[in-house]
């Protein structure tokens, strides 16, 4: 009885492994949203890391994380390194390829809760007297990460707090600049 019970939990197990193993490596999250804003405005919303703090979802979750900056204040090779609690982690971010009011690419390392490497793409394109903002990041899965995905969903997750900050980053470039 013993032995039939181990070989269906062997067996349980390995097909759980096969299952992790088959799904894909690579993942990608992509969210847009239209803004009644020139292409420059909300452009400087996103590629200043001193700016985040107004629109950005996980901004909210931890007021108290702490947050440094390296680098140039705008642009390639500016760097914002943040800690905070379990919902924010810990890591790193570095802007590694900046064109005016087209497009922002941004190295995002994880430290905590779980290593790893992503990258993020922001594109804005001109449109109807605004700009669609198109909010990407993709990178690869390992096997932890792989086996997580079929507890939660990656997409549902991360695009959520995408929309949110689609949404919050909506509100603060269609805001007047008072001068």
């Known amino acids: 009885m013993i032995k039939k019970i181990l070989f269906g939990?062997?067996?349980?197990?390995?097909?759980?492994?096969?299952?992790?193993?088959?799904?894909p490596d690579e993942?990608?999250?992509?969210r847009s949203a239209a803004v009644a804003a020139a292409p420059?405005?909300?452009?400087?919303?996103?590629?200043?890391?001193?700016?985040w703090e107004a629109w950005s979802p996980w901004a909210k979750l931890d007021p108290n994380a702490k947050a440094t900056f390296e680098g140039p204040p705008t642009g390639e090779g500016a760097v914002f390194i943040w800690a905070g609690n379990s919902e924010v982690g810990e890591g790193r971010m570095t802007v590694t390829q900046s064109r005016p009011d087209e497009l922002i690419r941004i190295k995002l390392d994880f430290v905590k809760p779980m290593e790893g490497t992503s990258d993020v793409e922001f594109t804005f394109k001109p449109e109807n007297n605004g700009t669609l903002?198109?909010?990407?990041?993709?990178?690869?899965n390992n096997f932890i990460g792989k086996?997580?995905?079929?507890?939660?969903?990656?997409?549902?997750?991360?695009?959520?707090?995408?929309?949110?900050g689609l949404v919050n980053l909506k509100s603060v470039a269609e805001t007047p600049r008072k001068t």
């Open 147 to 164: 086996a997580i995905c079929l507890i939660m969903n990656q997409d549902k997750m991360i695009g959520g707090y995408f929309e949110k």
């Open 133 to 140: 903002v198109t909010w990407t990041m993709s990178g690869r």
């Open 9 to 23: 939990l062997a067996l349980l197990l390995a097909i759980f492994l096969i299952v992790v193993a088959l799904q």
């Open 40 to 51: 420059q405005q909300v452009f400087a919303q996103v590629n200043d890391f001193h700016k």
């Open 27 to 30: 993942f990608r999250i992509t």
